[in-house]
């Protein structure tokens, strides 16, 4: 909405939330999340043609078009449990819309929704709506940005999806939006679809992402396991014009809030129109990244002489990946579960992550981050064995290892020399990234593991 406020000055956009402590935190000089150049976009339009607000009665009644961009989360309970959608959150806001509308409403949706979820919430418009002449337009505008990328990402895509209906008022709708991405992007990269489609193309697009990162993660099992480069072999298939160099670095396991939950969504979509092969073929990508995490886990433990228990273990990284704030789903949360499950301390260093998500990470049920209330419990194993701290070198002092779970940049430049001399010997650093200078650790005298790198001595079984 930023990003559109910033290329149609003409637009008036009004950001929504029911939860007034965000819609104060929109209007503060500390916004709530961080993202590489949002802070300048928001202040440059804020005031002008962007405002945030929680009068959802007025601004809703006003809107011409409106983008519904609410939690739709993993189902915990019930029918499709573990898989399904959860469009709780959807529904509700297509009710409030509905309430107050008396003029003709564009609806886009923008959050990552099951194909034909156009269709229920339509009826949900329709059904709610007490002026019978109003009417409403269903479009799907899925969102293909990247977090930490994110306003580059919005100054040049690689395309802008929209789908609607086939009607006369359909085809209207999709324009009106496409009017809107054309005051800065090019005509030729706003693709126009049926709303099947296009919501069936989001959730497509993020499993063949997700299915790279495993499997490139699978041939890093296969790399240590023969002595081959993880690197070598990826650089070697990604100079192929067919394949592309493109998420093909292996790592500790994706994260983020759409990769798992859009192939559960995915699989569960399969499986009710009767695709079991399906359905099974794309679960094997989670069922990949949750052992590479798993391995991760593994490797740590039998590399310390197969316990950590009372070890302090130092985490660099908690953010799923760099330049975000965004813990959502990020392997650090099964790879610090897996440590404190075997008896270790671990301390966390990230650089835009607070100590409250940490807690509130480690102790939520899963798929708990989705809702929009959080976790505000801290179970007591975790507040007893995790600290936060503000300094990597504190992190590390009295550490028998470092493990690195984000490939934040300043981990580059550390002062290894330093870290190395402050912990307990012998010192190992796990590298869940492959973003360190190996062969210059080992000089210094750590133990290193790197992933689908050919296995340091120390490392090697010899049974």
Not at 15 to 21: A, G, K, S, T, Y
Not at 181 to 203: C, D, F, G, V
Request: hydrophobic share 40%; with cysteine; proline share 4%.
């Amino acid at each position: 909405m930023s990003m559109i406020a910033l290329n149609c000055p003409d637009i008036e956009v009004v950001v929504l939330d029911i939860n007034e402590e965000r819609i104060k935190a929109w209007n503060s000089e500390q916004l709530p999340i961080y993202e590489p150049g949002l802070e300048e976009v928001v202040r440059q339009c804020r005031g002008r043609n962007l405002f945030f607000s929680s009068d959802t009665t007025k601004h809703l009644a006003e809107a011409d078009m409106i983008f519904v961009s609410v939690n739709t989360p993993t189902k915990t309970s019930g029918i499709g449990a573990g898989k399904a959608a959860d469009l709780t959150y959807w529904e509700g806001a297509a009710r409030m819309i509905a309430a107050v509308a008396t003029t003709p409403k564009i609806v886009v949706e923008k959050s990552t929704v099951p194909v034909k979820t156009a269709e229920a919430i339509s009826k949900v418009l329709k059904r709610n709506c007490t002026d019978p002449s109003v009417t409403f337009e269903i479009l799907s505008n899925p969102e293909f940005l990247a977090e930490g990328t994110a306003i580059e990402d919005l100054r040049m895509p690689d395309r802008v999806l929209i789908g609607g209906g086939d009607s006369e008022a359909g085809q209207a709708a999709i324009k009106q939006l496409a009017w809107v991405y054309a005051h800065w992007i090019p005509q030729e990269r706003i693709l126009t679809t049926n709303l099947w489609s296009a919501e069936l193309a989001k959730l497509t697009a993020n499993a063949m992402l997700a299915q790279r990162i495993s499997s490139i993660n699978s041939i890093s099992a296969l790399c240590e396991a023969t002595g081959a480069d993880v690197q070598q072999v990826a650089r070697a298939i990604g100079m192929d014009s067919r394949i592309g160099s493109k998420f093909m670095n292996t790592s500790v396991g994706f994260g983020g809030s759409c990769f798992q939950k859009d192939i559960l969504n995915l699989c569960y979509v399969c499986e009710g129109v009767g695709l079991k092969e399906v359905a099974d073929y794309w679960m094997k990508v989670v069922t990949m990244n949750d052992y590479q995490k798993q391995r991760f886990v593994e490797r740590v433990i039998s590399a310390m002489f197969n316990t950590v228990a009372r070890k302090r273990l130092a985490i660099f990284g908690f953010a799923f990946k760099k330049d975000t704030g965004d813990t959502r789903e990020t392997p650090a949360i099964d790879v610090c579960r897996g440590l404190l499950a075997d008896g270790a301390k671990c301390v966390v260093y990230d650089p835009k992550v607070t100590p409250v998500q940490v807690f509130r990470d480690l102790s939520a049920p899963k798929f708990e981050w989705d809702r929009p209330h959080g976790w505000g419990k801290s179970e007591r194993h975790i507040t007893e064995n995790v600290q936060v701290v503000a300094d990597p070198y504190a992190c590390a002092e009295g550490a028998h290892a470092i493990c690195v779970l984000t490939e934040w940049d300043e981990f580059k430049s550390y002062d290894y020399q330093r870290l190395y001399d402050s912990m307990v010997k012998p010192a190992f650093i796990f590298d869940g990234r492959n973003v360190l200078d190996h062969e210059a650790l080992r000089s210094i005298g750590f133990i290193v593991y790197a992933l689908g790198k050919p296995l340091d001595p120390f490392l090697q079984k010899s049974y």
